[in-house]
T-cell receptor, first 111, second 115 residues
Framework: RKEVEQDPGPFNVPEGATVAFNCTYS??????FFWYRQDCRKEPKLLMS???SGNEDGRFTAQLNRASQYISLLIRDSKLSDSATYLC????????????FGAGTILRVKS | DVKVTQSSRYLVKRTGEKVFLECVQD?????MFWYRQDPGLGLRLIYF???????EKGDIPEGYSVSREKKERFSLILESASTNQTSMYLC??????????????FGSGTRLTVV
């Protein structure tokens, strides 16, 4: 079983739609959680950290459910520029404080 | 802004060649990492380093070695390149963020093709 699992998609949505991605992680000792965004042929970039209480950054909302070991990302009012691959990432001190990346979910926003 | 620079954006090498991929960061980060990224597999950790002259194996170290002689520079070495090492190679560095959470800054990647 992969440490971090995501639905690869692609999610094809129209502009203005709300879209949600989920991600599950297998290591209950994981302590920090992130969403990264990766544009085609570019490097991953930190989108937002995910906190236990949930957090919001503009149109983006991240939630963490420790009991079920899953993380979600909600994007409201999708823009064409949101088209990218979204990587779910967890960190565990058990693994020497390294980040473990999911394979990513592809989002395509169409006009 | 933290900057992580990888020496080459695209590289084509022949099977059996020794290949050096260089990575330099300018923010005095302690931690540096080398990943490869392949379609459907995501990012896989090859090697990492938490300090000068220190190195640790990641999940897929076979066929690779690393060198960290200076804090700002972390080199990945393919001892004898093979076609299955054709991939996108990403270097990253990190240091604790103000919140105490960790996040990485990546270089722009090196797309290596071994022929």
């Amino acid at each position: 079983r992969k440490e971090v699992e995501q639905d690869p998609g692609p999610f094809n949505v129209p502009e203005g739609a709300t879209v949600a991605f989920n991600c599950t992680y297998s290591n209950s000792a994981s302590q920090s959680f992130f969403w990264y965004r990766q544009d085609c042929r570019k490097e991953p970039k930190l989108l937002m950290s995910v906190y236990s209480s949930g957090n919001e950054d503009g149109r983006f909302t991240a939630q963490l459910n420790r009991a079920s070991q899953y993380i979600s990302l909600l994007i409201r009012d999708s823009k064409l520029s949101d088209s990218a691959t979204y990587l779910c990432v967890v960190n565990s001190f058990q693994y020497g404080n390294k980040l473990v990346f999911g394979a990513g979910t592809i989002l395509r926003v169409k006009s | 802004d933290v900057k992580v620079t990888q020496s080459s954006r695209y590289l084509v090498k022949r099977t059996g060649e020794k290949v050096f991929l260089e990575c330099v960061q300018d923010m005095d980060h302690e931690n540096m990492f080398w990943y490869r990224q392949d379609p459907g597999l995501g990012l896989r950790l090859i090697y990492f380093s938490y300090d000068v002259k220190m190195k640790e194996k990641g999940d897929i170290p076979e066929g690779y070695s690393v060198s960290r002689e200076k804090k700002e520079r972390f080199s990945l070495i393919l001892e004898s390149a093979s076609t299955n090492q054709t991939s996108m190679y990403l270097c990253a560095s990190s240091s604790p963020l103000a919140t105490g959470a960790y996040g990485y800054t990546f270089g722009s990647g090196t797309r290596l093709t071994v022929v």
